[in-house]
């Protein structure tokens, strides 16, 4: 079945730093991919996503590009904040999900000033 | 604000209680999932309805039950509460099958004591 593997966490950086959270899928389909956000004591947001091959979500300076022949999805951003710090979670849907969303399991980052 | 409104936002109860979780979701959106998540930050999905149906089921626990009302919001009811359902509760929604993702709610903080 459809799978979602993350880096594991946490991930310490201190400001300004180069940001990269790997994220790798497995589908039997063509599925859609995302990045979702958790700041500290909130819900989960949609941060970007990816329909299609080669495709490059990006959302407040952050960005994943859709690779199909490495089957990832990568979350970069080139100078993080301490505003930043939060759980980063990678998902997909496809059909052979129900388009339910599968989960990775979440990479906690720590920024500090 | 996500439109997807969750309450109660925090909720204290003892061993061996019931209480109810109230979720509704983005105005337009016909599915309803309801999702787990506890310390180690990982999300365990509950159930999903759809249109006022179950339409899938995760690693519920036959103490907890759910149900999609005709105005499309769901309630999710925990029983016989023990100290480990202690979790932060979830609610989330979606226009349909597809590559949307999910809205989520900001969720219900339960603590079992």
């Known amino acids: 079945g459809d799978s979602v593997t993350q880096m594991e966490g946490p991930v310490t950086l201190s400001e300004e730093a180069f940001l990269t959270i790997n994220c790798t899928y497995t589908a039997t389909g063509y599925p859609s991919l995302f990045w979702y956000v958790q700041y500290p004591g909130e819900g989960l947001q949609l941060l970007l996503k990816a329909t299609k091959a080669d495709d490059k979500g990006s959302n407040k300076g952050f960005e994943a590009t859709y690779r199909k022949e490495t089957t990832s999805f990568h979350l970069e951003k080139g100078s993080v904040q301490v505003s930043d710090s939060a759980v980063y979670f990678c998902a997909l849907s496809d059909m052979d999900s129900n388009y339910q969303l599968i989960w990775g399991a979440g990479t906690k980052l720590i920024i500090k000033p | 604000d996500s439109g997807v409104t969750q309450t109660p936002k925090h909720l204290i109860t003892a061993t061996g209680q019931r209480v109810t979780l109230r979720c509704s979701p983005r105005?337009?959106?016909?599915?309803v999932y309801w999702y787990q998540q506890s310390l180690d930050q990982g999300l365990q999905f509950l159930i999903q309805y759809y249109n006022g149906e179950e339409r899938a089921k995760g690693n519920i626990l036959e103490r907890f039950s759910a149900q999609q009302f005709p105005d499309l919001h769901s309630e999710l009811n925990l029983s016989s509460l023990e100290l480990g359902d202690s979790a932060l509760y979830f609610c989330?929604?979606?226009?349909?099958?597809?590559?949307?993702?999910?809205?989520f709610g900001s969720g219900t903080r339960l603590t079992v004591v």
């Open positions: 105005s337009g959106d016909l599915s």
């Open positions: 989330a929604s979606s226009v349909d099958r597809g590559p949307y993702g999910y809205t």
